[in-house]
């Protein structure tokens, strides 16, 4: 899926197929829901998982907790908006699963 398939889905009222936990999760946060995304962001416990989670809680503004989730995915939190952030996460996630 491309990244630009991946945003125009967020109009549907159901996610794509075949997304793993961390692109569900990313795809619940760009609906606007959180606690979906958090779920599924806390689903995949491997460093995709983790890079997610630390951008959900960055957005919530929970700095301190965002650090400890950055650190599991092997990350520094970045500069960036978290718009940016979103978007490179999913480009880097989509990417990898186009493979």
Do not use: C
């Not at 983790?50 to 989730?69: I, M, Q, T």
Request: net charge negative; no cysteine.
């Amino acid at each position: 899926m491309t990244f630009d398939a991946f945003r125009a889905s967020l109009g549907e009222a159901a996610p794509p197929p075949g997304l793993g936990e961390a692109l569900l999760a990313l795809w619940w946060d760009g609906k606007g829901d959180w606690e979906k995304a958090h779920t599924h962001a806390q689903a995949d416990e491997a460093r995709d998982g983790s890079w997610v989670h630390a951008y959900l809680h960055r957005k919530e503004g929970d700095l301190g907790n965002a650090g400890y989730w950055y650190a599991r995915a092997g990350r520094s939190r970045p500069e960036s908006t978290l718009e940016a952030e979103w978007e490179i996460i999913a480009r880097e996630l989509l990417g990898r699963a186009a493979g």
